[in-house]
């Protein structure tokens, strides 16, 4: 069935190396950047390969300095060619190294100034470039989690927590950011530094590069194994997190509730059994990291104690001169400087992996309600809505919500549902705009099958007052103008009358201009209800949904929103919810539903005569709505007053 077709909550859980090449993928929108990053990162690397080889130079002129001024000053004038001879030099040469060397040493030490600063201001463009890079990857990913989110259907967030949803479009993509501004510079770095040194020594002496080869794979091992280990952990950090949001958010949505049923002592204490569960997953991921960083350095140190002392030997051999040996262990810092790196690249690794798997999550979730690629614009609404025998389930559900129902509502008519709760009124409003696709049977309107159609052409022309009233932060004016904020004061005006709203509206300082607070918190139930109400009716729509209304305002506002919606339900097909009889008994069509069956339908007067259901529901709102008996002949006065 086409409901039970629509997506799981989350995908199954993706290899962190496949989500985060995914996330990588994402840099081909910031292609300058990331070419002026890395091209800025391979010139620093270069400059500062460059620099051991100019330390040699200064320290082999220096030696060459040495031994030529006391062969030309110690060594007698019959002895110095013989001498030079020995060390394959002619007194020519000896005499240019002992003249020359403190040139070639400042001309080197100028040289290594000119690469610090080239290393300097390239290293500040890469670093630059690569932040700015990864924010505009994180700016990406953002905004494709949350469009993804607008899109996906009623389902999604039956079955997926607010605070779960925030944690993946903020904490999770900033680990993904960090990665890239971080760890993957650091790792390409890393990369070139390792690669251009070993081709570097394996020209300078082979012999002593050999020596250091074999550390290499088992520092790969180890970056491997540390990798795989704490990618699970770094998930479960996540998950924990999400968990901590979600209490947080469901807190301060919720506080009024929490203190008025002096419920902060065990709110607390679930934030802290939260707090502590996410500490300790911490704690546990800090401990692998604890160990893994000294056994990098004690790899490290095992290759310097390696070079030390065969390269001791070397020496001592004269096989390798001392610059050379110094430049081999400038060099050497360069292969091992990278393996230090790899606990901190395994850590931001890690950490991207397992944040990149829970953003494709959301990215790779399939909605239910999918806009077919042949879908038409459904034309100016009429009116005509027919629910031919439709049964639904909420997703994974097995017992239906709705069992073969079928009714025809003609252009122009009121429609109220009637019903005990649960008995699925909600859940028939929410087929029509196709919040949900039915599992059997079909939602027409106009003749149309609403699954055939686009959505917005669906959607736009459809107004809704749903019973729990939504305000976003703004202003009044903003608020009721939600669906056409093009229109002009005079039509927001006209709305708010229409739905009983202007009154208050200007009894505020800043009238419209009125700023709402967040979900509109600053007004009363009544109030956010009656701008609702103004906001469906700006929109002039054809079809007009009422989802209980009038639940939250009082009786006197309530005269006054049925007086106003009576008027405007006029040539409209409107579906009213409504608790009580009174406010619907006017209606062109009653339909009573219990238990997900539709068991009654016709007038007021038809149903009183034909469904035993409405009878009961209409006597006992009768015998509510009758008068307290007085009490010692005072009435109900009478009563309050003592």
Do not use: C
């Not at 806009?371 to 017992?399: C, K, M, W």
């Not at 129902?405 to 549902?417: D, H, I, K, N």
Request: aromatic fraction near 8%; charged fraction near 20%.
């Amino acid at each position: 069935m086409q409901a039970q077709r629509g997506m799981t909550s989350v995908p199954a859980q993706r290899p962190a190396s496949g989500a985060l090449i995914r996330a990588i993928r994402y840099l081909g929108r910031q292609r300058r950047t990331v070419l002026i990053a890395y091209g800025s990162l391979v010139l620093a690397t270069l400059a500062q390969l460059a620099v051991p080889q100019l330390v040699q130079n200064m320290i082999d002129a220096v030696t060459r300095s040495i031994v030529a001024t006391r062969i030309l000053t110690e060594v007698p004038a019959a002895f110095q060619a013989a001498a030079a001879a020995q060390l394959g030099l002619t007194i020519e040469a000896l005499q240019r190294d002992a003249a020359n060397a403190e040139g070639i040493v400042l001309n080197a030490a100028l040289l290594i100034l000119v690469f610090a600063v080239m290393r300097g201001v390239f290293s500040f463009l890469q670093s630059f470039m690569a932040e700015q890079t990864s924010h505009g990857l994180a700016f990406d990913l953002r905004n494709a989690i949350f469009s993804k989110i607008q899109r996906m259907s009623f389902s999604f967030y039956d079955r997926n927590q607010t605070g779960q949803l925030m944690v993946r479009a903020t904490d999770d993509v900033e680990r993904v950011r960090t990665f890239v501004a971080q760890g993957l510079v650091l790792a390409a770095q890393s990369f070139l530094l390792l690669i251009g040194a070993l081709i570097v020594l394996a020209f300078t002496n082979w012999q002593l590069t050999l020596v250091i080869l074999p550390l290499l794979p088992i520092a790969l091992a180890v970056f491997f194994v540390f990798g795989r280990i704490s990618q699970p952990l770094f998930l479960e950090v996540q998950n924990r997190l999400s968990r901590l949001n979600t209490i947080l958010q469901e807190n301060i949505a919720g506080i009024k509730v929490v203190k008025a049923f002096a419920r902060e002592p065990y709110e607390e204490q679930r934030f802290d059994q939260a707090a502590t569960a996410l500490m300790e997953q911490q704690i546990r991921v800090n401990r692998i990291f604890a160990f893994l960083f000294p056994v990098i350095f004690l790899i490290a140190q095992l290759g310097q104690a390696a070079i030390l002392y065969f390269g001791g030997q070397q020496i001592l051999n004269g096989t390798l001169e001392l610059g050379e040996y110094q430049k081999f262990s400038l060099y050497l810092v360069y292969v091992f400087f990278p393996l230090g790196q790899l606990g901190f690249i395994i850590a931001l690794l890690a950490q991207a992996g397992a944040s990149a798997g829970r953003i494709f999550e959301v990215l790779d979730a399939q909605s239910e309600i999918v806009e077919r690629p042949d879908a038409i614009v459904l034309p100016p609404l009429q009116g005509r809505v027919e629910f031919r025998h439709v049964t639904f389930r909420y997703f994974n559900s097995s017992a239906p919500v709705l069992q073969d129902v079928s009714f025809v509502v003609e252009p122009g008519q009121t429609v109220a549902l009637l019903g005990a709760t649960g008995s699925g009124k909600t859940s028939i409003i929410n087929l029509i705009p196709r919040f949900y696709d039915v599992s059997e049977g079909a939602v027409l309107i106009d003749g149309y099958d609403v699954r055939d159609v686009t959505i917005d052409s669906l959607r736009s022309q459809i107004g809704i007052v749903l019973q729990e009233s939504n305000l976003f932060s703004g202003t009044i004016r903003e608020n009721i103008a939600f669906g056409r904020p093009d229109a002009s004061d005079d039509e927001i005006i006209a709305a708010a009358k229409a739905a009983a709203a202007h009154d208050f509206i200007m009894s505020f300082p800043d009238g419209y201009n009125t700023r709402v607070g967040e979900r509109g918190m600053t007004l009363s139930g009544g109030q956010k209800q009656r701008i609702a109400i103004a906001r469906a009716l700006l929109l002039d729509p054809r079809l007009l949904i009422l989802d209980d209304s009038t639940s939250n305002v009082d009786v006197a506002t309530e005269a006054l929103i049925q007086r106003a919606l009576d008027r405007l339900m006029r040539g409209r097909t409107s579906f009213v919810i409504a608790q009580r009889i009174s406010t619907v008994r006017n209606a062109d069509l009653i339909l009573v539903l219990d238990k997900g069956r539709l068991v009654a339908s016709g007038t007021h007067a038809e149903l009183l005569e034909q469904s035993p259901i409405y009878a009961e529901i209409y006597a006992s709102q009768l015998i509510e709505d009758a008068p307290l008996p007085s009490t010692n002949g005072q009435g109900e006065e009478g009563v309050t007053g003592r």
